[in-house]
């Protein structure tokens, strides 16, 4: 058997590149790259390809007292929101030499902390929280651990966490209007939980385009799902039209959420579009592929999510620096779900 391969070293680099190990720690850390030039790294960078170099994480961390992993807490794994955010996060965190370790919580209040116990016992960096509540305990706990955090798709009450959001109220003005260009005045939302700030400000932006297209009335034709899963939304589209018998048009909170509207239509005997409009919110993978393809508010996910990690990142480097909000913005994808309200009685409900 022959000997075993020498391990290279950022001695081994340096001496290639002719510099100091240190400068090829700088050069080769995306974070402390701008310290040196371009053409110094560009030397590093090619003296350590040529040699086989590959950095040693545990050997870092030891020196930083970092360990280059962030956790990441997600309500729901199996919703298709959430795996373009992921790649978001995942690439921008690779791209800085960080790994990402995901953490299913199923809107289980109790699996998410015992997830952030077990990220902060195996030192994570940070963590991005995409389960945050308008009130959250979570938060309070990354503070004690001494945890950096940003919040993904979600936002709390008084803006005290880093958050990157898309326009929830624009987004589902987007769909109000879209709807009233149709015809629609008598328009229902199927609304996402008030504990979620998605929830709370879709709402908000529905009733107050409702409002601004003189529809509104009082109380507002709303019905919350509890949770945003396909059988909540169908029950809450139950007691919506139950309720208002009228509606000609419904606004989901988001997309697995029209699904329930669109089981309980076809339940009432009613037809997609010509009986009742739906739209939905997120714009979800094959959400073109729908029967029909579903009218939806499209936030940019990946960029969410890559947006987020470059938060956390900048505030892992600079504890001090200040909270931001970033608010990315929607648009409005038009496709066979929505249609002019039909000229005569809807069919009996």
Known sequence: MGMPRKRITIEDVARAAGVHASTVSRALNPQRQALVTGAVAARVAAAARRLGYRPDPVAAGLRTRRSSTIGVL????????FPPILRGIEAALGDAGYTAIIANTDNDPQRA???LERLAARRADGIILATASRRDSLLERCRKLGLPVVLVNRSIDGGSVSAVVTDDEAGAALAVRHLALLGHRAIGHVAGPRRLSTGAQRRRGFVAALRAIGAGTQPPPIAEAETYEIE?????AAALLATNPGIT???AANDLLALGCYDEAKRLGLACPRDISITGFNDMPFADRFD?????V????????AEAARLLLAEIENPRSPK?????????VVRGST???RAGPPPAR
């Not at 909540?232 to 809450?236: H, L, V």
């Not at 029909?292 to 939806?296: G, R, S």
């Not at 931001?324 to 409005?332: C, F, G």
């Open 298 to 305: 499209r936030i940019p996910h990946r960029a969410m999510g």
């Open 249 to 251: 048009a419904i606004v």
């Open 74 to 81: 997600v309500p729901d794994i199996a919703n298709p929101l």
């Open 339 to 341: 249609a002019r309200p």
């Open 324 to 332: 931001r909000a970033i608010e990315l913005q929607p648009e409005l």
């Open 292 to 296: 029909p393809p579903l009218t939806t």
């Open 113 to 115: 902390s015992d997830a």
């Open 232 to 236: 909540a939304g169908a029950r809450a």
